[in-house]
């Protein structure tokens, strides 16, 4: 089975910088993703990692060790519309995902 | 872009009662799946379908659940015999297949049973 665990809220002010730690136990590993879900809508894809290191995109990067079985994912120059959960997954053989309980990130000015 | 539709968006309905929550997946997707969310709880797997049959299924999947895919386009879920716990916001999503490509979901059916 899975095991996925992440913090239940961050809070931080407009334009700075966040991390969102996860860390997971899985019988297998077929990479991490990070997903934003904002209040009421569906979670939107964000960042895949299954090599070791930081992948940027933008003013997002996830960072991911697969020997420590911990990921992070950094939101840099905060903006107001950030707010919202951040998920950690993880797939299975057969692509279902399996989510951590989600990270809220509160921003405010 | 090319996006997972689903309705109705909002379902009301009285305990007992059946319903179907309806998926149009993204079309050159080949794995198709339904999460479940209960309000502040976390997005859990409840199933997922492949060339035509369920590969995978979740303890909460039971045989109340089922689902269908009745045309080229279309992916149910049906809930027999709805329970008030089946009150939640259900994503309907697909991809690709590849172990690198990400699930796209649907903006989901917020289902509430009375």
């Known amino acids: 089975g899975q095991n996925i665990d992440q913090p239940t809220e961050m809070t931080a002010t407009e334009g700075a910088i966040v991390q969102i730690n996860c860390t997971y136990q899985?019988?297998?590993?077929?990479?991490l993703f990070w997903y934003q879900q904002h209040a009421g809508e569906a979670p939107t894809f964000l960042s895949y990692?299954?090599?070791?290191g930081l992948e940027e995109k933008g003013r997002f990067s996830s960072f991911l060790s697969r020997s420590k079985g911990y990921s992070y994912l950094l939101l840099k120059e905060l903006q107001m519309k950030d707010s919202a959960s951040y998920l950690c997954a993880v797939p299975s053989d057969d692509y279902k995902l399996s989510f951590g309980a989600g990270t809220t990130v509160t921003v405010r000015a | 872009e090319p996006e997972v539709t689903q309705t109705p968006s909002h379902q009301v309905t009285q305990m007992g009662q059946e319903v179907i929550l309806r998926c149009v997946p993204i079309?050159?997707?080949?794995?198709f799946y339904w999460y479940r969310q209960i309000l502040g709880q976390k997005v859990e797997f409840l199933v997922s379908f492949y060339n035509n049959e369920i590969s995978e299924k979740s303890e909460i999947f039971d045989d109340q659940f089922s689902v269908e895919r009745p045309d080229g386009s279309n992916f149910t879920l049906k809930i027999r015999s709805t329970k008030l716990e089946d009150s939640a916001m259900y994503f309907c999503a697909s991809s690709e297949g590849h172990p690198n490509t990400e699930a796209f979901f649907g903006q989901g059916t917020r289902l509430t049973v009375v």
């Open positions: 990692n299954v090599l070791d």
């Open positions: 079309s050159n997707h080949l794995y």
């Open positions: 899985t019988s297998g590993f077929n990479g």
